[in-house]
């Protein structure tokens, strides 16, 4: 027996374990290829039957199914362009456009959680361009069952969003009008009543300003300092005469002194009131003189210090806010009024808008009915296919059953 078994217990294992691989003729292949098509063509009429019931539920469902229009639409929130601190012009929204999305979401209520099953009508989805930088495009979508339908759908969403944006923006206008209005009172007002008014100031300074400072140096010079002089001339004659009977009565007292005492103490008294008239007159004349003095060194030279800083500061500076007001001041107000107008118009001031129009489709989105049919129609082969196999395997199943009871 040892002899017979010559194989050693790990050679045993090696057998053992030695992997065993059929070996499939190229006509077992062709005998299976051969058998599923006999089964396909042998059950070819439940395949049919299946795939015939599939396509005419899906008919069936495309026919009963009410049809789904969409209309879609991009809006385009307003903006203003404003000058920041640097001077670069920014776009200041009228509408933060996430707030808006959240907003409409709510309100028409695009999850669809509490949409009425009987509408007509309903918007789909509302939604931010994002591959615009400024993310002020809002994308609405509508669906409903006819074209019609849909467009009213989003029209609403689109007018609450038109409404809200209209005040914002009629308030805009209005206040831009407002500033037009009173850069034009203003333009107005400096051109025809402060520009004239310069004018006339500096014409008034160069013909009636420099001549009455001539006026007063001459009056100073020929009449006032005349007069004065006059009058110390008429004092200085009126102390020589003084002077002179002071002299003749000073003799008469002499020679009456003895002869008649009394008359010479009167004398003595008219001398001494003479001298004091002298005296007084003297102290006019100081007066007089100092007036002059007053004259040449003080009131002539300011008049004639005022008639040059005239010249040289108030007629020039005068000149140079008449020249402020033509070359600055009125351009300054016309640009203004020029560029206010000019934001009041596209591309500095735009209203929300519509981007090109609604879109809509001639034929509905939903159901796809093609797509649903050659669906139906794959599906109903498959499932076929695959019952014709299911009962092939029950049959045979069946037959080795009754073979083995037999």
């Keep these: 027996m040892k002899k017979q078994n010559d194989t050693t217990p790990k050679e045993q294992q090696q057998i053992m374990v030695m992997p065993y691989t059929p070996c ?25 039957a299946v795939t015939v019931i599939f396509v005419l539920l899906a008919s069936i469902y495309v026919i009963l199914a009410k049809p789904i229009y969409e209309a879609r639409a991009t809006i385009q929130i307003g903006k203003e362009l404003k000058k920041d601190n640097n001077g670069l012009l920014t776009s200041q929204y009228f509408d933060n456009v996430k707030n808006l999305k959240q907003y409409l979401d709510i309100k028409y209520d695009t999850s669809g959680k509490y949409r009425d099953k009987n509408a007509t009508g309903y918007i789909k989805s509302i939604t931010i361009a994002k591959r615009n930088a400024s993310k002020a495009f809002l994308n609405i979508t509508a669906y409903a069952h006819s074209n019609n339908e849909a467009v009213k759908s989003i029209q609403k969403p689109i007018d ?12 805009i206008i209005e ?66 005469k003084k002077t002179t009977a002071i002299k003749s009565m ?38 007089l003189k100092s007036k002059i003095s007053t004259f040449q060194n003080e009131t002539i030279p300011n008049l ?39 934001t009041m118009k596209k591309p500095y001031l735009v209203m929300t808008h519509i981007v090109n129009k609604i879109y809509t489709h001639d034929k509905p989105i939903k159901p796809k009915k093609k797509l649903i049919i050659v669906v139906a129609l794959i599906t109903g082969l498959i499932l076929g296919v695959f019952l014709a196999f299911f009962l092939e395997f029950l049959s045979k199943e069946d037959l080795s059953a009754d073979t083995v009871n037999k």
């Design 24 to 48: 499939v003729s190229a006509e077992e292949d062709e005998i299976d290829l051969r058998e599923l098509f006999g089964v396909i063509k042998k059950r070819k009429k439940i395949i049919i």
């Design 160 to 171: 609450d969003i038109l409404r809200q944006d209209k005040a914002y923006y009629d308030t």
């Design 175 to 240: 206040n831009k009008k407002r500033t037009l209005e009173r850069l034009n009172q203003n333009f107005i007002y400096d051109k025809t009543i402060i520009l004239p008014q310069l004018k006339q100031d500096l014409e008034f300074l160069k013909t009636v300003g420099l001549k009455k400072i001539d006026d007063k140096i001459v009056l100073t010079k020929s009449v006032e300092i005349g007069a004065l002089k006059n009058k110390i001339k008429q004092n200085e004659v009126e102390i020589s």
């Design 250 to 287: 000073r003799k008469k007292s002499l020679h009456l002194i003895k002869e008649n005492p009394n008359v010479a103490i009167m004398i003595s008294m008219q001398i001494a009131n003479l001298e004091n008239d002298i005296a007084n007159l003297k102290t006019k004349i100081i007066d």
């Design 304 to 342: 004639e210090a005022e008639k040059i800083k005239l010249l040289k500061t108030t007629i020039p500076a005068k000149e140079a806010e008449i020249d402020k007001m033509t070359s600055v001041t009125l351009p300054g107000i016309q640009m203004q009024i020029k560029e206010t107008k000019m």
